[in-house]
């Protein structure tokens, strides 16, 4: 043994040093010749047992390092860099130490190590530590990002959880969301171990049923432990861990939970953990408001339904699919508008929010229904064998309707009518295959409402009539294309006229004289009726006002406008009114209504409200087209009417048979009952005329009596007591009577 140079305070200086200094021969299990104190407290083991031992520091380098230490140790270099490696400490913990050597020539000439061993475990465990942050920065930085850019949030949440488990060297761990009812979590990743099987043998179920629902049974919650039990499955447990609760501004969403890392978790670890979950918090949050505002744009706001857009997608889907299986069906309620006018907008509201389950009541799991705008919704078929099946679910629906909604504002009947139209191939395009259903749904309500009809070729000319129809109409009444024709009523006792009903013509440049049949309906859905109704009412009073003027002397003329059911839900309707009789100055007496018995049928208060407030006003009121509705004398005793006027098709009837003059009869008894006036419309025979006027029926219209005819012919009627010749034989405004 070789002394060290120096004197012995300075040994006891150099064992006091926190370092190892030593003096060895080349070679990995070259003899140690000196080893200092501080390798007791470094190592554990004393200079005298390293000593002792010339294998001792190659058997404690850690197997990791060797190759590389001993390879140094070969090269022999000169002078020496210093080296860092791992030595176990002889409990088994690592220690880190820097060797610095140097290759020293002693007076023999042999070559020997002399060297420093520093412990250098404490900045190495911080620089290890500094790594892991700069580790755990990245990944919540990449994660972030990912997030950012709109990753899959099942995807964020698994690799969160990964990230987590990887970086904390945990195993397992999970993610759980509280359920929509927020009683239960269900795993979204990960495993959650049941308690049993902590012990005992693994089950497979735990990890693999990602929708399995867990109740939550958060015992005490005593700080981050908590046990969950799967619901109905078995016991899990989480208190072998630690949580950390995913929650975004207003809402929590679910919890990372991570195994057996409760312990001796560093506060950086928790953070980072808990940034990976507001990382998933904040995915989670954008997401759903992505959600909400995607269903927003698919979406009807108030009933909830799909909106135009995804239906048309949908049908679009549909299409490319099964072309030859696909029905649409369109479906409008009838006479909405009087809801809204009559009840407000807020019952309105109420009514389609009624309507669209009950719609959906009638139909199969797989159809798509959706609210198009207003009172229009739309079904989508699929899976139509035949149009008859199509047929049936429209039956459904119009049956699922009967049953009265209660709104706030009382008990309300919503009828439907629907169009049907069936993909025919291919080539069938969503928007063509609604504008059919449309097409078949119009036709459904001139049709008489609350039915459905299904589409077929005709209905598509029909269509393309009607639209221009309405597109022409638009400009008629600036154009000055309307007319009014005026058509007497005269008395049965003596044929003379008591009134006129104004029937508006129409003179297109083109189509020539157009009938009212054909464009007053077309003017009613688009709105146009109301000018239309004002410029005809105002036109009508105006001429009585003239007639009255020629003849002042006489019993003036009475003159009968027409009224559709839009006009009287018109709100201005009274002040309509009001202007047209100050305007021309005629007696409100002489001003009678015409509104269909089916008008009636729409047990709104309001329309009853508008016709009784016209009625003050002193204008009579006449129920149109009687018998072909399907009134109840209740109407004729509620409202302030003063006529009926027996439809033509009665009138036609009389005397063909027993049972169609039965049925005349009883109206014209009916409303002799009723005090009110009875008018007989159509009459075409003399023997009609004969038949009314021994009913005791005291007014009458007709082709036999007088067509309808222009103002001229009309005063010259009232003059003389019947128009020149020509004009008998029907002018311009008139049909030609149907028989002499
Ligand atoms: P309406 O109120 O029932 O009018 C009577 C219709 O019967 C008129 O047809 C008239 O020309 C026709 N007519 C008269 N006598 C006979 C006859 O002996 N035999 C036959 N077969 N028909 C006869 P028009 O003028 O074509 O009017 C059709 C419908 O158009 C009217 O039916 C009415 O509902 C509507 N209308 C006409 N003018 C107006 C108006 O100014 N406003 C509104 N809202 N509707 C109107
Ligand atoms: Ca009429
Ligand atoms: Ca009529």
Same mark, same amino acid.
């Given at each position: 043994?070789?002394?060290?140079?120096?004197?012995?305070?300075?040994?006891?200086?150099?064992?006091?040093?926190?370092?190892?200094?030593?003096?060895?021969?080349?070679?990995?299990?070259?003899?140690?010749?000196? %080893?200092?104190?501080?390798?007791?407290?470094?190592?554990?083991?004393?200079?005298?047992?390293?000593?002792?031992?010339?294998?001792?520091?190659?058997?404690?380098?850690?197997?990791?390092?060797?190759?590389?230490?001993?390879?140094?140790?070969?090269?022999?270099?000169?002078?020496?860099?210093?080296?860092?490696?791992?030595?176990?400490?002889?409990?088994?913990?690592?220690?880190?130490?820097?060797?610095?050597?140097?290759?020293?020539?002693?007076?023999?000439?042999?070559?020997?190590?002399?060297?420093?061993?520093?412990?250098?475990?404490?900045?190495?465990?911080?620089?290890?530590?500094?790594?892991?942050?700069?580790?755990?920065?990245?990944?919540?930085?990449?994660?972030?990002?990912?997030?950012?850019?709109?990753?899959?949030?099942?995807?964020?949440?698994?690799?969160?959880?990964?990230?987590?488990?990887?970086?904390?060297?945990?195993?397992?761990?999970?993610?759980?969301?509280?359920?929509?009812?927020?009683?239960?979590?269900?795993?979204?990743?990960?495993?959650?171990?049941?308690?049993?099987?902590?012990?005992?043998?693994?089950?497979?179920?735990?990890?693999?049923?990602?929708?399995?629902?867990?109740?939550?049974?958060?015992?005490?919650?005593?700080?981050?432990?908590?046990?969950?039990?799967?619901?109905?499955?078995?016991?899990?447990?989480?208190?072998?861990?630690?949580?950390?609760?995913?929650?975004?501004?207003?809402?929590?969403?679910?919890?990372?939970?991570?195994?057996?890392?409760?312990?001796?978790?560093?506060?950086?670890?928790?953070?980072?953990?808990?940034?990976?979950?507001?990382?998933?918090?904040?995915?989670?949050?954008?997401?759903?408001?992505?959600?909400?505002?995607?269903?927003?744009?698919?979406?009807?706001?108030?009933?909830?339904?799909?909106?135009?857009?995804?239906?048309?997608?949908?049908?679009?889907?549909?299409?490319?699919?099964?072309?030859?299986?696909?029905?649409?069906?369109?479906?409008?309620?009838?006479?909405?508008?009087?809801?809204?006018?009559?009840?407000?907008?807020?019952?309105?509201?109420?009514?389609?929010?009624?309507?669209?389950?009950?719609?959906?009541?009638?139909?199969?799991?797989?159809?798509?229904?959706?609210?198009?705008?207003?009172?229009?919704?739309?079904?989508?078929?699929?899976?139509?064998?035949?149009?008859?099946?199509?047929?049936?679910?429209?039956?459904?629906?119009?049956?699922?309707?009967?049953?009265?909604?209660?709104?706030?504002?009382?008990?309300?009947?919503?009828?439907?009518?629907?169009?049907?139209?069936?993909?025919?191939?291919?080539?069938?395009?969503?928007?063509?295959?609604?504008?059919?259903?449309?097409?078949?749904?119009?036709?459904?309500?001139?049709?008489?409402?609350?039915?459905?009809?299904?589409?077929?070729?005709?209905?598509?000319?029909?269509?393309?009539?009607?639209?221009?129809?309405?597109?022409?109409?638009?400009?008629?009444?600036?154009?000055?294309?309307?007319?009014?024709?005026?058509?007497?009523?005269?008395?049965?006792?003596?044929?003379?006229?008591?009134?006129?009903?104004?029937?508006?013509?129409?003179?297109?440049?083109?189509?020539?004289?157009?009938?009212?049949?054909?464009?007053?309906?077309?003017?009613?859905?688009?709105?146009?009726?109301?000018?239309?109704?004002?410029?005809?009412?105002?036109?009508?009073?105006?001429?009585?006002?003239?007639?009255?003027?020629?003849?002042?002397?006489?019993?003036?003329?009475?003159?009968?406008?027409?009224?559709?059911?839009?006009?009287?839900?018109?709100?201005?309707?009274?002040?309509?009114?009001?202007?047209?009789?100050?305007?021309?100055?005629?007696?409100?007496?002489?001003?009678?209504?015409? %509104?269909?018995?089916?008008?009636?049928?729409?047990?709104?208060?309001?329309?009853?409200?508008?016709?009784?407030?016209?009625?003050?006003?002193?204008?009579?009121?006449?129920?149109?087209?009687?018998?072909?509705?399907?009134?109840?004398?209740?109407?004729?005793?509620?409202?302030?009417?003063?006529?009926?006027?027996?439809?033509?098709?009665?009138?036609?009837?009389?005397?063909?048979?027993?049972?169609?003059?039965?049925?005349?009869?009883?109206?014209?008894?009916?409303?002799?009952?009723?005090?009110?006036?009875?008018?007989?419309?159509?009459?075409?025979?003399?023997?009609?005329?004969?038949?009314?006027?021994?009913?005791?029926?005291?007014?009458?219209?007709?082709?036999?009596?007088?067509?309808?005819?222009?103002?001229?012919?009309?005063?010259?009627?009232?003059?003389?007591?019947?128009?020149?010749?020509? %004009?008998?034989?029907?002018?311009?405004?008139?049909?030609?009577?149907?028989?002499?």
């Amino acid at each position: 043994m070789v002394s060290p140079p120096g004197e012995s305070d300075a040994r006891v200086l150099v064992d006091r040093l926190p370092a190892i200094l030593y003096i060895a021969d080349p070679g990995i299990n070259g003899r140690w010749h000196y %080893v200092s104190d501080g390798a007791l407290d470094i190592l554990g083991f004393s200079p005298k047992e390293w000593i002792a031992d010339p294998e001792l520091w190659a058997r404690q380098i850690h197997p990791d390092d060797r190759d590389r230490v001993f390879g140094r140790e070969d090269e022999l270099a000169e002078p020496t860099t210093p080296d860092e490696y791992r030595l176990r400490h002889r409990d088994g913990t690592i220690v880190w130490v820097r060797d610095e050597a140097a290759l020293v020539r002693d007076a023999e000439g042999r070559d020997r190590w002399h060297g420093v061993m520093l412990d250098i475990t404490d900045r190495k465990l911080a620089e290890a530590e500094l790594e892991r942050r700069v580790d755990q920065q990245a990944a919540v930085a990449r994660l972030g990002e990912r997030a950012l850019e709109g990753a899959d949030v099942a995807e964020l949440v698994h690799d969160a959880l990964q990230e987590a488990m990887r970086m904390l060297g945990v195993q397992p761990g999970a993610v759980l969301q509280y359920a929509q009812d927020g009683d239960a979590l269900v795993l979204r990743a990960g495993v959650v171990i049941a308690s049993e099987t902590l012990s005992s043998r693994s089950e497979p179920g735990a990890g693999a049923a990602p929708q399995s629902r867990v109740a939550p049974r958060l015992d005490g919650r005593s700080g981050d432990r908590a046990a969950v039990a799967l619901r109905g499955y078995r016991a899990a447990d989480l208190s072998h861990g630690r949580i950390w609760q995913i929650e975004g501004r207003d809402r929590r969403w679910g919890l990372l939970w991570l195994a057996s890392a409760g312990r001796d978790l560093k506060a950086a670890d928790v953070d980072f953990v808990q940034a990976l979950a507001n990382i998933l918090a904040d995915a989670i949050q954008r997401r759903a408001a992505e959600d909400d505002m995607r269903h927003h744009a698919l979406h009807d706001p108030l009933t909830g339904l799909p909106n135009r857009v995804l239906f048309l997608d949908r049908l679009g889907h549909a299409l490319k699919r099964t072309a030859d299986h696909v029905a649409v069906v369109l479906l409008d309620i009838d006479n909405f508008k009087l809801v809204n006018d009559s009840l407000g907008h807020g019952s309105g509201d109420e009514l389609l929010m009624k309507i669209a389950p009950r719609l959906m009541s009638a139909l199969r799991p797989g159809d798509t229904i959706a609210r198009l705008g207003g009172d229009e919704f739309v079904v989508l078929l699929e899976d139509i064998s035949h149009p008859r099946d199509a047929a049936q679910i429209a039956e459904r629906i119009v049956a699922a309707l009967e049953v009265p909604f209660s709104l706030a504002t009382g008990e309300h009947f919503a009828k439907a009518s629907l169009g049907i139209a069936i993909a025919e191939g291919e080539d069938t395009v969503p928007a063509s295959l609604i504008r059919d259903a449309d097409s078949a749904m119009y036709e459904a309500k001139a049709n008489g409402r609350a039915r459905f009809e299904v589409f077929d070729r005709a209905m598509r000319t029909r269509t393309v009539k009607r639209l221009s129809v309405e597109n022409d109409l638009r400009r008629a009444l600036e154009r000055d294309e309307l007319r009014v024709a005026y058509q007497p009523i005269v008395s049965l006792r003596d044929l003379s006229v008591v009134s006129v009903e104004a029937l508006l013509r129409w003179e297109h440049p083109v189509r020539g004289l157009v009938s009212p049949a054909e464009f007053i309906a077309v003017a009613e859905e688009s709105g146009l009726i109301e000018p239309i109704g004002r410029w005809a009412l105002n036109t009508a009073c105006a001429q009585a006002s003239l007639w009255h003027h020629a003849r002042p002397d006489s019993r003036p003329v009475g003159i009968c406008v027409n009224l559709s059911a839009r006009q009287l839900t018109q709100q201005d309707l009274e002040a309509t009114v009001v202007s047209a009789l100050e305007l021309t100055g005629i007696e409100p007496s002489s001003l009678c209504m015409e %509104v269909t018995e089916s008008v009636l049928l729409e047990k709104s208060a309001s329309l009853s409200e508008t016709i009784a407030r016209v009625a003050r006003l002193g204008v009579r009121f006449v129920l149109d087209d009687f018998g072909t509705g399907y009134s109840s004398l209740a109407y004729l005793t509620r409202l302030p009417i003063d006529g009926l006027k027996v439809d033509r098709s009665f009138v036609e009837a009389l005397g063909r048979d027993q049972r169609s003059t039965a049925i005349t009869t009883a109206i014209v008894r009916m409303a002799h009952a009723l005090s009110v006036e009875v008018i007989a419309e159509g009459v075409e025979t003399e023997a009609q005329l004969l038949a009314l006027r021994d009913l005791g029926c005291e007014l009458a219209q007709g082709f036999h009596l007088h067509p309808p005819l222009g103002a001229h012919e009309i005063s010259e009627l009232l003059v003389a007591g019947h128009p020149s010749a020509a %004009v008998r034989r029907g002018g311009i405004l008139g049909e030609p009577p149907q028989s002499a």
